[in-house]
């Protein structure tokens, strides 16, 4: 075999076949025994993966088994019908030539516009540079002249010779095909100004060129010149060359009657064969019509105006080019014989709308591709279980043929389907928006961004993604099928070669009729082997070998055109052979067989069919309104595939996000044209650029809709059943708050996407963008938490366990960093010299500068409440950063529903907030808090409390002896207000003293709800852990506990499993089972980590540092210690508890008093400090207000106002 390859990528190649020598043949026997078994393992293996299809075949290398000899063989077949076969190949080298032309003048850019101006200086480098673009139009010219010449050769062979046999069917195909290429031809040649902008500009450097322009070159211009200027110069062209003829339009009848023949009985496979059966409809009886009225296609009889009326009317608009468009009964009403009650009226425009959009036809689409699906499948799951038991050539032939026509069947189906949306495409470029709001916007904007409605372009993607899923579902099947298509053809052939051809033959002679030399040259042509005329009867068993082999295309076409020779002349009135020469059920099987063969070169290129079906190009390219508006290029937001996923992106459509990927293939196919048909580097480049922007906007989108998702979807969960149900009745009136569920796994699984010959690995660059946006997500949550007070804590949490779980669903698809990596990356704690993160930081701002100073402890409610007025500076905070909704709960609707929830918290600290500080900040970091803590009071001792205490203990009175119970509870507290009066009025008492103490002793109890709810998280950890690590309560009865029932622990379970004789993972057992005992240990009894142990030790050690500045007596052994003039901390509080409750005793405004100001707090900062300083029986025995209280329950003083209470709670 030669291999020729092909650049530039996507690579193919071609096999052309030789005859191969003796010596090869008997080598490639010897390799062939080797290659057999692996060929054999290999079909065996599955490559397929667990990836959702959905999109389109990707093939990196396409193999092209077709032979295209070009008709080279007829002379090899000795037989009259050999000249319509050579007829036929010269005709196909015409259209091969012009459809070149036709690419090179669709793809035409005007050249001027990036050349200068013509000048003197530049006038031979301008004539240089658009030389090669002139010669091509000249080219062009010259090769439509000789085209039409061709075709009205044909025309004056049919017309002069009255006796000339019947022109056969494929060569009036061809020439219909020729007519469609001019037409085509003189389309694009009138809608492209860039060819008149650039030869008038070759003309004028032409003309001050110093060089002599030859008269020949000159009038070569000048006919060029004319051939551009004039409007439908191929049109008038041709049709004054065929008004010479007499009678040409009985010629263009027989073609024009083919074509509406084909239309009618839908005798056509590729959808470009349906709309060139159109177009030359059309064309054809414009040729025919005469301005001069004669002859006139509305009056002549021959004519039948309203066959082809219908036809028109079903179809008024068909696709050119690309995006170019043909209006057909535009074109039929503007001929100067027109008329409308003739014609039947134009046809309606609404009618013809709803034909055209596909959204009408999507029901019946989806049920017949479901349909087809279902029996496809069935089809080929029937033939690989055959073929299990049975060798190919064993095959039943009516699975083979069963298998050939759904084969066929799913060819038409692709091709409708392909032909509608190509349909509604020529359609919207005939019909743009014409919307005044617009008026300013290109062309292109407003026929295809603003000229489709969601649900048209919801319903396009649809199609599209069933269309190419279909057509990858087949060409999946291509070696199965191909296979018993060849068969097939090869039995339906033969078969009427040896059992009908011989009895025709047979029947025939018996009569001495001369048509049995024609069918026995018919014979030669199709039969395999020359076995005489054995003639068989229909129904008996074959004894010849089954063969995979098709026949090629000169005996494809040299059948066809033989069998048309038989039964056609009948088609048009004519009696070529009797009944004594052919039989009408002869000519029935003859027609059969005809219409059958029709499809062979279809169904024998099966790949090649199904390529050329699913080809979506022309909803991309845009040469002709590129042009048309004078643009390089358009925006991305123009491009129809992108407009298909940008739309599915934006819909909540369940099933939609399969189709997301088809619509991106239209690229793979526009770039397989630009290279293999357009032969366009800079059109490569171009799409090429477009994907590049289009798989980094599909990145950014998807991504962010799909986080969207599963975090509305996480939300969802964390909301209450019941109260979510409230939520939508009371919050959210009328609306849903349910999560609608999605196929995002089909798309986040996509490992191997393929677009233009890359593999997109959509799986990785998701992950890569959703890391960001998890990233981003935490970084918002941190920044408002860092913007809001400590009581909101509750709401970060919730925010980070929202967050955590989007993580947690997304990594089952996605491959993303440990969340607890991200989080310490953006916590900032990452690093090896970061000490703060920024959650604790901002923790401990709070409670240094906003908790302590202005909040007030209730030691009842164990909550922290904000004082009714501040005496402290104001804590500012960063401003509150916006957050989009997908940063939050995923939707308004949601993050209403979470903010009752988190408001119910905010406006208080208590045990929920304290838990939460626990959980986020984490037992490692516990004592970084606690010391920053303790290094505050550090400071606070040294820098405030001392301070005041050694103002205030020179205002203390000289003695402070107790007095006795005589004075009754009035007159002990009277003696002690004068005693204290003057520290009473001492100034900055309450607003700094107080406000000292109170921060001392929030800080203390802080400390001791954080042991609470450490505690508790830890005893939570403890009961679910006990089971598995073995550790069982030590004050039951364990055994009565197992003679009951006997648990399942962890540690038998690990034994057995190492005992295992097929895995004995020993190794591993061994550690799981220390890691349990070390766990056991660690959560023993009396291991547990206390904050409140560590923080009093660590504080007794600062308060008894300042021991000697608090005035603490040291009393030597066997001295009496001194009450009744001592300036000791015990005395000086017992001073500060006197006056707070007498303060609160004499408030007569709410929120005005102490408590409210100070609250609890501020006891506990005396109860500690005294603590700490030995001093508690000391305070107990001689503490002033005891001494009160001790009064008050001896003797009842009716003169008191109020009663006396232990208002210190202490």
Not at 258 to 283: D, G
Not at 350 to 377: C, G, V
């Amino acid at each position: 075999k030669d291999m020729t390859f092909f650049d530039p990528f996507p690579l193919a190649f071609v096999c052309h076949e030789r005859l191969p020598s003796p010596s090869e043949e008997k080598g490639t026997e010897k390799v062939m025994s080797l290659v057999d078994p692996s060929v054999l393992l290999l079909e065996q293996h599955s490559f397929d993966d667990s990836q959702p299809s959905i999109e389109s075949r990707a093939t990196f290398i396409t193999v092209d088994t077709t032979v295209d000899s070009g008709f080279s063989e007829r002379a090899a077949f000795d037989c009259k019908w050999a000249e319509s076969v050579f007829a036929i190949s010269r005709i196909t080298e015409y259209l091969k030539k012009g459809e070149e032309f036709i690419n090179v003048l669709y793809t035409y850019r005007s050249c001027s516009k990036a050349l200068p101006s013509s000048s003197a200086e530049n006038h031979e480098l301008l004539i240089q540079a658009l030389e090669p673009e002139i010669e091509k139009l000249r080219m062009f010219m010259q090769f439509q002249r000789e085209t039409v010449e061709l075709f009205v050769n044909w025309a004056r062979l049919f017309v002069q010779d009255k006796k000339i046999d019947i022109i056969p069917e494929a060569v009036l195909g061809c020439l219909a095909k020729v007519l469609d290429l001019l037409s085509l031809l003189d389309s694009l040649k009138n809608m492209k100004a860039s060819f008149n902008n650039d030869f008038a500009l070759f003309k004028r450097a032409l003309q001050h060129s110093k060089n002599r322009i030859p008269d020949d070159l000159n009038m070569s211009n000048n006919e060029l010149q004319n051939f551009l200027a004039s409007q439908n110069s191929i049109f008038f062209l041709l049709k004054s060359e065929l008004r010479k003829l007499a009678g040409y339009d009985d010629f263009l009848l027989l073609i024009i009657n083919l074509c509406a023949s084909q239309i009618e009985t839908s005798t056509f496979v590729l959808p470009q064969e349906k709309f060139c059966l159109l177009r030359v409809l059309t064309f054809g009886l414009q040729l025919i019509d005469d301005a001069s009225g004669e002859p006139n296609i509305f009056k002549n009889k021959k004519i039948h105006i309203q066959r082809y009326a219908t036809l028109i009317k079903l179809y008024p608009v068909v696709p050119l080019y690309g995006d170019m468009q043909i209006s057909l009964e535009a074109n039929i009403s503007r001929s100067k014989n027109f008329v409308e009650k003739t014609w039947g009226g134009l046809s309606d425009n609404e009618r013809t709308d709803r034909e055209y959009q596909i959204i009408h036809h999507l029901p019946q689409i989806r049920q017949e591709h479901s349909e087809y699906i279902a029996k496809f499948t069935t089809m080929t799951n029937n033939v690989k279980i055959n073929l299990k038991r049975k060798s190919p050539a064993d095959l039943p032939s009516n699975i083979c043929t069963f298998g050939t026509n759904m084969v066929l069947e799913g060819l038409k189906l692709l091709s409708n389907w392909s032909a509608r949306v190509l349909q509604q495409s020529a359609w919207k470029y005939a019909r743009p928006n014409t919307d005044p709001s617009l008026e300013q916007l290109v062309e292109y904007e407003r026929v295809v961004k603003h000229n489709y409605r969601p649900e048209e372009l919801f319903a396009l993607a649809e199609v599209i993604g069933l269309m190419k899923g279909l057509g990858k579902q087949m060409a999946k099947e291509d070696t199965l099928l191909s296979m018993i298509i060849r068969r097939t053809v090869y039995e339906e052939v033969q078969t009427f070669a040896r059992t009908s051809l011989d009895e025709f033959i047979a029947a025939a002679q018996k009569k001495k009729r001369p048509v049995a030399d024609e069918l026995y040259q018919l014979k030669y042509i199709i039969a395999d082997q020359d076995d005489g005329l054995g003639i068989k009867k229909k129904g008996a068993e074959d004894e010849a070998a089954t063969k995979f082999v098709a026949p090629s295309l000169t005996q494809h076409e040299l059948l066809r055109t033989a069998l048309y020779h038989f039964f056609g002349p009948r088609l048009s009135g004519k009696k070529a052979y009797s009944d004594k020469d052919l039989s009408k059920q002869a000519l029935q099987e003859i027609e059969t067989l005809y219409t059958r063969s029709f499809y062979y070169p279809h169904l024998l290129d099966y790949s090649g069919a199904i390529r050329k079906m699913t080809d979506l190009a022309d909803l991309w390219y845009r040469e002709f309104y590129l042009d048309l508006t004078k643009r390089l290029q358009f925006e991305i937001d123009l491009s129809l595939p992108w407009i298909l996923v940008d739309k599915i992106l934006e819909t909540r459509n369940v099933g939609l996000i399969e189709y997301i990927l088809y619509p991106l293939d239209i690229y793979n196919d526009a770039a397989n044209r630009a290279l293999n048909s357009l032969h366009q580097k800079y059109l490569y480049e171009e799409i090429e650029a477009e994907v590049n922007l289009s798989i980094d906007q599909l990145t950014f989108k998807l991504s962010d809709v799909v986080y969207n998702h599963y975090k509305l979807q996480v939300s969802t969960m964390m909301l209450d059943p019941g109260f979510r149900l409230q939520a939508e009745n009371v919050i959210v009136p009328a609306k849903s708050i349910t999560c609608i569920g999605n196929h995002f796994h089909v798309i986040l699984n996509q490992r191997h996407f393929h677009l233009l010959g890359r593999s997109v690995d959509l799986n990785l660059l998701i992950s890569q963008r959703i890391n960001n946006l998890i990233r981003a997500n935490i970084d918002n949550a941190i920044s408002r938490f860092q913007a809001q007070p400590l009581s909101n804590i509750a709401e970060f949490e919730m925010q980070l366990n929202a967050i955590k779980l989007t993580h947690s669903l997304l990594s089952q698809h996605l491959q993303l960093d440990p969340f607890n990596t991200i989080f310490a990356e953006v916590n900032e704690s990452a690093s090896l010299v970061s000490y703060h993160s920024r959650v604790i930081f901002h923790v401990l701002s709070e409670l240094l500068l906003d908790v302590f100073p202005n909040y007030s402890y209730n030691q009842y409610t164990q909550r922290y409440i904000r004082s009714p007025s501040s005496l402290a500076d104001e804590y500012k905070r960063a401003a509150m950063p916006k957050s989009p909704f997908n940063f939050l709960y995923g939707n308004k609707n949601l993050t209403l529903s979470f903010k009752g929830i988190t408001d119910l918290q905010n406006g208080f600290i208590g045990q929920p907030h304290f838990k939460a500080i626990a959980r986020i900040i984490g037992v490692s970091n516990m004592p970084l808090l606690i010391e920053e803590i303790l290094s505050h009071l550090d400071n606070k001792i040294q820098t405030s409390l001392i301070p005041y205490y050694n103002v205030l203990k020179e205002a203390m009175p000289p003695s402070s002896k107790l007095p006795r119970f005589d004075y009754r509870t009035k007159g002990t507290i009277g003696l002690f207000q004068a005693k204290l009066l003057d520290i009473m009025k001492y100034s900055p008492l309450q607003s700094e003293v107080f406000q000292q103490y109170r921060e001392f002793g929030n800080a203390v109890s802080f400390f001791y709800h954080l042991d609470k709810a450490v505690g508790s998280l830890e005893g939570t950890s403890k009961v679910m852990a006990a089971p598995i690590l073995g550790v069982r309560p030590t004050r039951l009865n364990i055994a009565e506990i197992e003679a009951q029932e006997k648990p399942v622990r962890l540690n038998k379970v690990l034994e057995d499993f190492a005992n295992s004789d097929q895995l004995k993972p020993k190794s591993v057992a061994d550690v799981v089972k220390g890691n349990a005992h070390i766990a056991a240990r660690f959560y023993g009894r009396d291991s547990r980590f206390s904050v409140l142990k560590v923080a009093l030790e660590r504080l007794n050690q600062i308060v008894w540092k300042y021991a000697g500045d608090w005035a603490y007596a040291f009393p030597e052994e066997g001295a009496v210690i001194p009450i009744d003039n001592t300036s000791e901390f015990y005395r000086m509080w017992s001073v500060f508890q006197f006056i707070f409750c007498f303060i609160a005793a004499e408030s007569s405004q709410a929120g005005s008093d102490p408590f409210s100001l100070f609250g609890d707090g501020f006891f506990w900062a005396g109860a500690t400090i005294i603590h700490c300083l030995q001093q508690r029986d000391r305070f107990l025995s001689f503490d002033f207000t005891q001494h009160i209280i001790n009064v008050s329950q001896v003797f009842e003083d009716p003169e008191l106002d109020h009663g006396v209470t232990d208002s210190s709670g202490l």
